[in-house]
């Protein structure tokens, strides 16, 4: 039902962005000490192309029988990039800087809970419009 209006799809897409962000980030900070390791970020999500229908969309499998079980596909919808721009690496290479990489953890964490709320308030209009309270 929600899937059709704008607002729901692109806070949803903003979740899924943040999730799949913390994933990349917690990655980074898992590799702090690996040598030569550069750290990765997403891109930027775009609204423009969440609205537009042009994001990506997740691959599914078919099925052919009601019997079949649907397997979720992960959600790779956004790609990580490595990030070239390094001020500050370890001796052995390593380029990761663990108070930045918390600090983006926060920002995605804050983003998520906006985004959330946002949702969370808008199904509320949506039922007291309908008049279920």
Known sequence: MYENLGIFRMT???????AQRQEVLAGNIANANTPNYLPKDLKPLSFKEVLSGSA???????T?????VVPEMGPDLFKSVTQRKTYE?????????LEEQMAKMGEAGNKFNTSAALFQKYQ???RTALGNR
Do not use: L, R
Request: glycine share 4%.
């Open 56 to 62: 990506a969309q997740p691959v599914t499998a078919a």
């Open 12 to 18: 949803k897409a903003q979740m899924d962005w943040v």
């Open 124 to 126: 509320k209009m949506i």
């Open 89 to 97: 690496s370890t001796p052995n290479g390593n380029a990761v800087i």
């Open 64 to 68: 052919t029988n009601a019997k079949h």
